[in-house]
Each structure stands twice: as C-alpha cells, then as structure tokens.
C-alpha cells in the first residue's frame, strides 16, 4: 500500500473509532482482501457499506475488482462516498443508498460479503445467493459478535443483545444445515463464515 493510501486509511480508522462505526478487525480484513487475491475475486456485492472502509480495502488489493456496496444510514453513506473519492475508486466502487432488503440487483457476482445488521443475516442470506455465481462464496463478518456468541446467554445483560445474539446463533444452525453449501467459520477477528456455493 503506497504510503498516501496508507495515510488515509489510517485516518478513515480514526473516524470510525472516535464515531462508534463498527468497521473491521485487522485481522478480519487481511483474511478478505487474502481471500480476494487468492481465488481471483472479479466482483463483490458488499450487503452495509458503513463509511467504506472493507470496500476500500478490497479494492486496493485487486485492482481489477468491482464492488457494489449497499448502505441504509444516511450519514454513513455520505461519509463512504467522501472517503471512496478520496482513493479514486469511484469507477470500481458502485455504491447504493438504501435498505438491503429493499434492494433487487441483477447482477452476478464471485463473492456475496454480508457484514450488515446481524439479525438479518439469514434474510440477507436468502436474498442475494440469486445473485451468486456458480462456484462463488458467501462470507459473513461477526460470527463471534465480540465474544457474546460464546457467552451464556443468561449471562448478557441486554435484551436488544441477547436477541442479537439469538439471531446469530440462528444464523450458524441455518448455515450449517444448508446443504447447497459448504461452511466453515474461522476463529479470526470477529468470526468469518465462508460459505462456499457447491
């Protein structure tokens, strides 16, 4: 990464601590941009943009890959499209303002990269695998979701948690039983799940 790049996304970090964005561990994202390099990832539809920061990071470590990535909050949107301008990845990064689940896309993609609001993980899931192609991936950011998926669950203080929770542990049942791909989940970062279309 050249050394203005590095700058930048070390300010987009900054931002997104100082803000409370969520954006991904380290370690998380050195497995998907990884991921990307290894198995010639062409195109990504990306299910929560946030302020840019994975989409960014995926770009720049292909640079032939496109990336349509979807956002609902507003203020975040705006802040991804100021931070995309930033690298110049305009032409490579697509991005859409509004709700995942409002949102039909035709197009097809190497690689569904779901990293949204984790009670919808499932209905993200059954939405876009249409746009899969043959032999492509599914991957879903915070399987973990910061530990409290090991937890027991009368242990977690918070209600609107614990259903979180709830639903992410749905969310493991329904991707193991999937017969129509193969899962594994990595113990990094925050959790990765791979599925992979068979």
Known sequence: ??????????EIRKYANANKIPIMQNEGIDFLTTFIIK??????????????YSAI????CSPNLKITTIERDEQRYLEAVKNIKKFNLEKRITL??????????????DLVFID???????????????????NG??????MYFH??????????????????????NDYIVFLKNNDKYTTTIYDI??????????
């Open 1 to 10: 990464m050249v050394e203005n790049n590095f700058y930048q996304i070390n």
């Open 39 to 52: 198995h010639q990832i062409k195109n990504v539809l990306e299910i929560g943009t946030a302020i840019g």
């Open 57 to 60: 990071m995926m770009a720049l």
């Open 96 to 109: 859409i303002f509004n709700d995942a689940l409002n949102v039909k896309i035709d197009e097809k993609f």
């Open 116 to 134: 949204a609001a984790k009670a919808q993980n499932i209905r993200f899931f059954e939405l876009f695998e249409r746009n899969l192609l043959d």
């Open 137 to 142: 991936y599914i991957i879903t950011d915070n």
């Open 147 to 168: 530990g409290l998926v090991h937890k027991n669950i009368k242990e977690i203080s918070s209600r609107s948690l614990r259903g979180i929770v709830r639903k992410i």
């Open 189 to 198: 970062g925050d959790g990765i799940a791979v599925s992979e279309k068979k």
